[in-house]
């Protein structure tokens, strides 16, 4: 059997939803997710670069009219990681990045839980209603109607995504909530200082409390020097390791989310390198398969409601 390869962030369907580039430029696309074999392909429904100060509504709408042209063409849609694992095609499953699509009501938790959508990251880059972005170097934690999100989120099954949020949010979520969150495109701070990274703290935490992190593809969360390639993507994977992390990392790519990329992953096709990055670190058998996905699909067993 084939290694089940999953990937916990990519922002696809905004590149073809707002017709940002030709679709063979694209770095997930069908056939390269079927060349890279990856499995399972989170596809985020991004609100925009300008937050509430954009039509969020809009611009979902257009994410959502692009899936069909990944699913007509090969790929499954599913809501559970559990389903891709012995599929006999690739799967892609909806997240939400930026919670501006929760502004109306928690009510729209359970609206976008019925479109098949499973994670949602709170911020982006903006402040918005539920809480703060670590770019804003804000100290302040999450909103009250934050809490009554992630509260909705946690009940029906909905991981929440910490990625882009202010640490003092991040806080909040591990130390007032009783269900893991998950991180889905970050890297380690002390690799490379960058607001966006998670500290050593953070990724113990995320380890205690039984989360998930994706590490992102970006080089300017990979090093400092805004170069990267597979053997520094597998160096932060192994930082999360040495630190107990084993069993709760994987990645998160951000393809199509990034104009730049590691040298030897610049798609989903060629993630097959990364692995071969993992085994030259000495990653191998269940600790590997763990990694490349079924971290991810063991952290969902253990949010689900049921």
């Not at 990937?7 to 890279?36: A, N, Q, W, Y």
């Not at 130390?175 to 970050?186: E, F, R, V, Y």
């Not at 992102?216 to 520094?232: I, M, Q, T």
Request: include cysteine; charge should be negative; aromatic fraction near 6%.
């Amino acid at each position: 059997m084939l290694m089940f390869i999953a990937d916990t962030h990519c922002d696809t369907l905004f590149v073809m939803g707002m017709d940002k580039i030709s679709e063979d430029r694209l770095m997930v696309t069908p056939e390269r997710i079927r060349e890279g074999g990856v499995r399972l392909q989170t596809l985020a429904l991004w609100t925009g670069p300008k937050g509430n100060k954009g039509d969020v509504a809009d611009i979902v709408r257009k994410e959502l009219s692009a899936l069909p042209r990944l699913t007509e063409n090969g790929l499954k849609q599913i809501d559970d990681p559990r389903d891709a694992v012995n599929s006999d095609t690739p799967c892609v499953m909806l997240s939400i990045e930026g919670g501006e699509v929760f502004k109306n009501g928690v009510d729209c938790v359970d609206h976008f839980r019925g479109l098949g959508v499973r994670m949602a990251a709170l911020l982006w880059n903006n402040e918005n209603a539920l809480g703060f972005p670590a770019k804003s170097g804000s100290t302040q934690g999450l909103k009250s109607y934050g809490f009554e999100v992630v509260a909705r989120m946690q009940a029906v099954g909905m991981a929440v995504d910490t990625s882009h949020l202010n640490e003092a949010g991040f806080w909040d979520i591990l130390q007032k909530t009783d269900i893991p969150p998950l991180a889905s495109h970050s890297c380690c701070k002390v690799l490379c200082d960058h607001f966006r990274n998670l500290s050593d703290d953070q990724i113990r935490a995320m380890i205690d409390k039984g989360g998930y992190i994706g590490v992102n593809f970006y080089p300017a969360f990979l090093s400092s020097e805004g170069k990267a390639d597979a053997a520094r993507v597998a160096e932060h994977i192994d930082h999360i390791c040495q630190l107990g992390g084993a069993g709760i990392v994987g990645f998160g790519s951000d393809f199509d989310g990034i104009e730049t990329t590691p040298s030897d992953i610049r798609h989903a096709g060629e993630v097959p390198n990364l692995l071969e990055a993992l085994r030259n670190r000495g990653y191998d058998g269940e600790t590997l398969e763990g990694i490349a996905g079924m971290n991810l699909v063991r952290y969902f067993e253990r949010i689900s409601p049921c």
